[in-house]
């Protein structure tokens, strides 16, 4: 199970993007991409509201968050299938898929960026599964994305792993119980992956069948 933005996808510059557009037609100050970046990965409406507050978890008023978040889906929709893999990810999930892993993309982002962005990417043919941030009721950090993809597998969860790149994902993967390996390169609020909570760390993802094997 492998996470899209931060792990498989740079997502960050067209977020920032749709994030700063948002802002701009509220008369809001726009945000550095750095901040907006530090506000990726526990899904679009969680970003919206930080983008708005300035703040990882305070509430925005909420005539202007139904605004906002209108704003921000209408110009994210025109720009997040632009969004690139990482160097090594199309390598990595062909060594992977050649191997016969089977393989599930697991992401926080709705749906509606998520599929076109994983075929105009390449990316979407590896994966027999793809659960977004709106498939189910809940999402990342809690586990019931991971149980559903390993309850469609017929694996148990001790025998799966994820690959992510942010605290969200580690405990996703704890909760669920499956093993965890992140990336260093991605997004987990501006802060380094602590690695004493993995069980293993990868600089990218050709390095993942030197573990899987």
């Known amino acids: 199970m492998i996470d899209l933005d931060g792990t498989l996808v740079h997502t960050a510059p067209e977020i920032a993007a749709a994030a700063n557009l948002m802002l701009a037609e509220l008369n809001l100050p726009v945000l550095p991409y750095s901040q907006v970046e530090s506000y990726i990965g526990e899904g ?3 970003l919206i509201k930080r983008c708005l507050t300035g703040q990882l978890n305070v509430e925005p008023d909420n005539a202007l968050f139904v605004q906002a978040e209108a704003l921000f889906f209408a110009h994210y929709a025109q720009i997040a299938a632009e969004s690139k893999p990482y160097d090594g990810v199309i390598d990595g999930l062909q060594s992977i898929y050649n191997k016969g892993f089977r393989l599930a993309c697991v992401t926080n982002k709705p ?6 962005l994983l075929q105009k990417s ?5 994966f027999e599964i793809v659960v977004s941030g709106d ?3 809940k999402k990342k950090p809690d586990p019931i994305q991971l149980q559903h993809i390993c309850a469609k597998f017929d694996v148990p969860e001790y025998e799966a ?3 992510g790149d942010s605290a969200t994902d580690i405990a996703a993967a704890q909760a669920a119980g499956c093993f965890i390996v992140t990336v260093p390169y991605g997004y987990n609020q501006g802060r380094p992956i602590d690695i004493a909570l993995v069980d293993a760390t ?3 993802l050709t390095e993942l069948t030197n ?3």
């Not at 749906?111 to 076109?116: A, G, K, N, S």
């Not at 390449?122 to 590896?126: E, H, R």
């Open 44 to 46: 679009a409406i969680v």
């Open 111 to 116: 749906e509606q960026f998520t599929l076109p």
């Open 122 to 126: 390449g990316l979407a043919d590896f």
């Open 135 to 137: 498939t189910l009721h």
């Open 161 to 163: 792993m994820l690959v």
């Open 202 to 204: 990868i600089n990218d």
């Open 211 to 213: 573990i899987l094997i």
